[in-house]
T-cell receptor, first 114, second 119 residues
Framework: DVKVTQSSRYLVKRTGEKVFLECVQDMDHENMFWYRQDPGLGLRLIYFSYDVKMKEKGDIPEGYSVSREKKERFSLILESASTNQTSMYLC?????????????FGDGTRLSIL | AQKVTQAQTEISVVEKEDVTLDCVYETRDTTYYLFWYKQPPSGELVFLIRRNSFDEQNEISGRYSWNFQKSTSSFNFTITASQVVDSAVYFCALSGPSLYTGANSKLTFGKGITLSVRP
């Protein structure tokens, strides 16, 4: 079974802090994704990566950056956290560059910015 | 631009009722994929089905069935004889191309439908 592990289930940070959300997958997947989920808005793609050190902006990249130094790990960085970044963050991974395999999701990190 | 519309936001049914969750999509691509995911209260999204744009056959898996109609750009999901364990948020999603690879690796999600099944 594919396992996508997010480092924290719940996280509380303060405005202005630099925040790191970590995600690890164990299936050697090429693609990794970061979404945020907000009530009434569904899932919105922040960034995704299709290879090590490669990244592509999603629909809402402002205020975020990402890092993928190793294939299994994809980090989301909030450079200077703000209260409007309080949300549920979901990491996902999928196999192949051109295969349309389903994305597999982690349990999510519920982040609160105070 | 890609778009997925799930017009129903919340549905409440009594156990054993049938329920249909609607999904309408917009895309300019000729090749695309549609997905349904389930998010139970525990939070993890669970993949249910994938359908490609060239395969309009309906699919049935146990109590679940899916109706893909390209002519109306719809991919509806029906649960027959619903059960309390079906209570969850259900998302429809549409694949879209990566700007860099051209591959259909990204998904655009609808806003989700919250289904409550009462005993």
């Amino acid at each position: 079974d594919v396992k996508v592990t997010q480092s924290s289930r719940y996280l509380v940070k303060r405005t202005g802090e630099k925040v790191f959300l970590e995600c690890v997958q164990d299936m050697d997947h090429e693609n990794m994704f970061w979404y945020r989920q907000d009530p009434g808005l569904g899932l919105r793609l922040i960034y995704f990566s299709y290879d090590v050190k490669m990244k592509e902006k999603g629909d809402i990249p402002e205020g975020y950056s990402v890092s993928r130094e190793k294939k299994e790990r994809f980090s989301l960085i909030l450079e200077s956290a703000s209260t409007n970044q309080t949300s549920m963050y979901l990491c996902a991974s999928s196999f192949g560059v051109d295969s349309n395999q389903p994305q597999h999701f982690g349990d999510g990190t519920r982040l609160s910015i105070l | 631009a890609q778009k997925v519309t799930q017009a129903q936001t919340e549905i409440s049914v009594v156990e054993k009722e049938d329920v249909t969750l609607d999904c309408v999509y917009e895309t300019r691509d000729t090749t695309y994929y549609l997905f349904w995911y389930k998010q139970p209260p525990s939070g993890e999204l669970v993949f249910l089905i994938r359908r490609n744009s060239f395969d309009e056959q309906n699919e049935i898996s146990g109590r679940y069935s899916w109706n893909f109609q390209k002519s109306t750009s719809s991919f509806n999901f029906t649960i027959t004889a619903s059960q309390v364990v079906d209570s969850a948020v259900y998302f429809c999603a549409l694949s879209g191309p990566s700007l860099y690879t051209g591959a259909n690796s990204k998904l655009t999600f609808g806003k989700g439908i919250t289904l409550s099944v009462r005993p």
